[in-house]
C-alpha cells in the first residue's frame, strides 16, 4: 500500500468564503503538481498560524500541551496519514512509537496537522484521495490553445444569497466556462471555491465523455 501514498506539506492558510468563522488550510503535493484544501475550524487555524509564522505563545496551547506531554514520556509521532474522504470530511489517523510499541490512533485532520508541525512528523495520504479532491494548474490550460484562460472571467455566484458557489446557476455553465472560473479562482489563490468548482467540472467531463 506504501507505493500508493503521497506526501502532503503545508502551503497554506485563508480565510474561508463559503463557511462563515472557518478557514481553508492548503495541502500540497511534495514533489508534484496537486493541491487540496481541507476547511478547518478557527482554534485549529490559529494553532497552524502560529507555528507557520515560528511564535511561540506566551502559554501552550492544546497542541503544543500534547507535543511536550509525548515527547516527556518518549513517545514519538512517526507519520499522519489522511485515509479517506468522505461527504466533504477528511479523516486522519496519527502512528505513535515508544520504539518498542506502534499505537495508531483517529484524529481530526486539523489536530493531526497541528500535531505534526510541531514534531516534523511527514503527512501522508492516498493517491486516490489526491486525484479526487486535488486540483492543478495543469488541469485547466488546453494543451493546443494559446489563449488566455484568464479572458472573459465569469462570475461566481453572489455569497450574500447562497452560502456556497455549488448552486444550479454554477451547475449550468458550460466545461468552458467553468474551465476559466476555476483558472481565475486559483490565480488568486482562493483554493477552497477552486475546489468545489474543480468537482463540477470533472463530474461535467466525466458525463460529457461517457455519452460519447
Known sequence: MRENR??????GLSYSHIQTG???LILGQVDGPYK????????EAQSIALRMEGINPPRPLTHDLFNAMVHAFGIQLTEVFIYRFEDG??????????????????SRTSDAIAIAMRTGAPIYTTREIVENTGFT??????????????????????DSTEPGVNTPRLENYTIEELERTLARLIE???????????DILKKKRDAASSSE
Open 6 to 11: 503521497v506526501k502532503l506539506q503545508v502551503v
Open 22 to 24: 472557518a478557514y481553508a
Open 36 to 43: 487540496i484544501p481541507v476547511v478547518i475550524g478557527p482554534t
Open 89 to 106: 470530511i477528511f479523516s486522519s489517523e496519527l502512528t505513535f512509537t515508544d520504539g518498542e510499541r506502534t499505537i495508531v490512533l483517529d
Open 137 to 158: 494548474m495543469e488541469q485547466i490550460s488546453g494543451d493546443d490553445d494559446d489563449s488566455n484562460p484568464f479572458e472573459d472571467e465569469i462570475d461566481l455566484p453572489d
Open 188 to 198: 488568486n489563490e482562493d483554493y477552497e471555491q477552486a475546489a468545489v468548482v474543480n
